[in-house]
């Protein structure tokens, strides 16, 4: 069965200090992999998604940046945090019609 | 722009009833509408697709109506429990795109 990892649960970073959160997806080959963030209250925000390799889709011109180095991994990266990048990620993938599966995603605090 | 909206106030319902749940949308003819269950501090969980084909679906205590006319899908819990608490999304997209649109979401909460 297809599971989904997505770490850190929690982190705190200061302001201007690098990110790094990484989700790698088991049990499925070539999936749509997707970034989302969340603030507290509002809907899920797509930033990036990625169908394949190397391919990466800017949803939101931000800070924040992307990569998918290999089929089932997708990782998030910022090299300086803003306060505003504060929130709840969520990595998540697809096969059919665009179903997502989330993984537990992770909360960042930037002070 | 595309819009979709879900009532941003909570829904309070006694144990035993039904819940029903609304998602309208805007400037937007989607293929499909799908409905996720999200936890607190969780990642959202899918429950059901519909299509724009398809009147109802149903699975389990769950029941979802899509009217492409009205632009808009009900979602219903029967018999509600206090574990079926949590927020409802709904979300939309198009076959042939990567893309899925989520709305805010309505929190439910089922008083035993």
């Known amino acids: 069965s297809q599971t989904i990892h997505q770490w850190p649960a929690t982190l705190v970073q200061p302001v201007g200090s690098p990110l790094s959160l990484e989700c790698t997806v088991e049990?499925?080959?070539?999936?749509?992999l997707y970034w989302y963030r969340q603030a507290a209250g509002r809907g899920l925000q797509l930033l990036f998604y990625?169908?394949?390799?190397?391919?990466i889709s800017s949803e939101v011109p931000q800070n924040l940046s992307a990569s998918r180095p290999q089929d089932r991994q997708f990782i998030l990266s910022s090299k300086k945090l803003l306060l505003s990048d504060s929130g709840f990620y969520l990595c998540?993938?697809?096969?059919?019609?665009?179903?997502?599966?989330f993984g537990a995603g992770t909360r960042l605090s930037v002070l | 722009s595309q819009k979709i909206e879900q009532n941003s106030e909570a829904l309070n319902i006694q144990e035993g009833k039904t819940a029903t749940l609304t998602c309208n949308y805007t400037?937007?003819?989607?293929?499909?509408l799908q409905w996720y269950r999200q936890d607190p501090g969780r990642g959202p969980v899918f429950l059901l697709l519909?299509?724009?084909?398809?009147k109802e679906k149903r699975k389990e205590r769950l029941k979802v109506t899509f009217d492409t006319t009205l632009k808009q899908s009900l979602f219903h819990i029967t018999a509600s429990q206090p574990a079926d608490s949590a927020t409802y999304l709904c979300?939309?997209?198009?076959?042939?795109?990567?893309?899925?649109?989520f709305g805010a979401g309505t929190r439910l909460f089922v008083k035993a």
């Open positions: 998540a993938w697809s096969v059919d019609l665009n179903i997502q599966y």
């Open positions: 049990g499925t080959s070539n999936p749509n």
């Open positions: 990625s169908v394949g390799i190397g391919q």
């Open positions: 400037n937007y003819s989607p293929a499909y």
């Open positions: 519909i299509r724009e084909n398809e």
């Open positions: 979300a939309l997209g198009n076959t042939g795109g990567f893309k899925t649109i």
